[in-house]
């Protein structure tokens, strides 16, 4: 019996990348843009998430780092702000430990802009609006920016954006 092709009429569900992945997007982003933007090249991880054996997170935080430190640092002043940090999320399964908002809040009272962006778009988004990189956007904003209970600012894909991706 021969297979029948069907056309898809729905877009396909949207899998909720890792955390990881979404910053690889990120500076997948930043790579393809810091020609035409150069302070994009200034963008940098910090490397304070993932599993590591006990001994060598023991061995790290003696040498200096630090649990809740945000994953990205621009450090290039715009307006009022020193630089920018962004806590990057996870669309569905991200959570924002009480370390990382006591960051937040601290380097905000210093001067920095920080920010929770939950997915690459949202992060990509806080880049571009940050710099003035209309450009690079490509599109009207599509995220919300809020101020969490806690305190913290996050920027979310609208709930457009969202229809797909729904909490477990």
């Not at 962004?86 to 960051?103: C, D, M, T, Y």
């Not at 920080?114 to 880049?127: N, S, Y």
Request: glycine share 8%; net charge positive; with cysteine.
């Amino acid at each position: 019996m021969a297979r029948r092709n069907s056309l898809r009429l729905t877009a396909p569900k949207e899998v909720d990348l890792l955390e990881a992945q979404h910053q690889e997007r990120v500076f997948g982003l930043v790579e393809f843009w810091r020609s035409r933007f150069p302070d994009l090249a200034a963008l940098f991880a910090v490397p304070n998430g993932g599993y590591r054996a006990k001994a060598t997170a023991v061995a790290l935080q003696k040498q200096g780092l630090k649990p809740g430190v945000p994953d990205m640092f621009l450090p290039v002043p715009r307006a009022l702000f020193h630089g920018l940090w962004i806590e990057l999320k996870r669309l569905r399964e991200g959570e924002v430990s009480e370390a990382q908002a006591g960051w937040l809040t601290f380097l905000e009272g210093q001067g920095y802009r920080t920010i929770v962006c939950w997915g690459w778009r949202a992060a990509w988004e806080e880049l571009c609006e940050y710099l003035g990189a209309d450009e690079a956007l490509g599109h009207t904003p599509n995220c919300v920016v809020s101020r969490h209970k806690d305190g913290y600012l996050e920027r979310r894909e609208s709930n457009a954006q969202r229809k797909e991706i729904k909490p477990k």
